[in-house]
């Protein structure tokens, strides 16, 4: 006598993996740059639907799942650091898929910068201070210059409106009120906003007043010279 039983398997011999900074945590001028200002970053990427996945990050490990799309997401959990005004961590990410096979390890980077530019210093331009140089200005259309850290950028909030400045490779920055927003007599205030590589913000905050109208000229005859009747006439 015999029996004869027939199944079905999968053979699996491979894992895939895909994975690094989330866009979300990657506050950099681009998404790419591995530039970033969050001390809990968040890592994203894509395995094999119920993969182990882990991110391994300045001596911590942190695991998760690959839900059924075959997206997978982890949070640091403690706080990276940076005392150097900028630091590089090195991380991993491994995974195992349901049939136990390992894909290939990730390893990237990133840098950690949580200081605001510096340095960073703005104020109206001496050109645009038509008087002494108190912040009095029959300049309607002011112009705004400084230094910031290089790499950064900086923008002009005043009367509602923003207006970026044009930054030069060595950190000097310039900004003009258009002709189109010239601004109104009277007291303004602004906020001079300057952002780094890695999205970290400083701002300078003041304020400027617009005065067009001259001065009203009055003018007599001195007593002493009035050589008429009487001192009046």
Known sequence: NSVQIQDTFTLDTS???TGGLDYTSDTGSSLSDALTNDATPTFS?????????????????YRTV?????????TVEQPLSDQINGTQYQYTI????????????????LTLDLSAPTPFQGSLASSSDTGAPDGITSDTTPTFTGVVETGST???EINGKEFNATVTSSGNWQVTVPFADKLADGTHDYR???TDSAGNESVIENELTIDTIAPELTST?????????????
Not at 45 to 58: E, H, K, M, P
């Open 94 to 109: 491994d995974s195992t898929d349901t049939a136990g096979n390992n894909a290939a390890q990730i390893v990237k980077s």
């Open 221 to 233: 005859l001195s007593a002493i010279s009035d050589s008429g009747d009487s001192n009046t006439d």
């Open 15 to 17: 894992a895939t993996l």
């Open 66 to 74: 690959t839900e059924q799309n075959g997206r997978w997401s982890v």
């Open 192 to 194: 001079l906003i300057a």
């Open 45 to 61: 990427g894509s395995a094999d639907a119920g993969s182990d996945v882990w991110v391994t990050i300045n001596g911590k490990e």
């Open 154 to 156: 900086v923008k002009l």
